[in-house]
Nanobody, 111 residues
Framework: QVQLVESGGGLVQPGGSLRLSCAASGFTFSSYAMFWYRQGPGKQRELVAQISSGGTTNYLDSVKGRFTISRDNAKNTVYLQMNSLKPEDTAVYYC?????WGQGTQVIVSA
């Protein structure tokens, strides 16, 4: 069965960086687009970044220039490098593959 396991969240000060990882199993990882979503306190879940099977990327406007999504097909892992973090980036971040969600990893940006 499909499994998506996120890691790398934590508490960071404004302006800091974190790298999230999502280890995937149970499907042919290289054939699928992968997505990072987030859900902040009291907010709806939103799409943050996506990467196609061929490596094409797209980002939420508010994270463009600060976040980078990438994938390593040899490791069946998708990453989200987050730089210049802001308090409004505080959220639970979820990895998604069509039809399957990870459990999420908490990111808190606070001084």
């Amino acid at each position: 069965q499909v499994q998506l396991v996120e890691s790398g969240g934590g508490l960071v000060q404004p302006g800091g960086s974190l790298r999230l990882s999502c280890a995937a199993s149970g499907f042919t990882f290289s054939s699928y687009a992968m997505f990072w979503y987030r859900q902040g306190p009291g907010k709806q879940r939103e799409l943050v970044a996506q990467i196609s099977s061929g490596g094409t990327t797209n980002y939420l406007d508010s994270v463009k220039g600060r976040f980078t999504i990438s994938r390593d097909n040899a490791k069946n892992t998708v990453y989200l490098q987050m730089n210049s973090l802001k308090p409004e980036d505080t959220a639970v971040y979820y990895c998604y593959k069509f039809g399957s969600w990870g459990q999420g990893t908490q990111v808190i940006v606070s001084a």
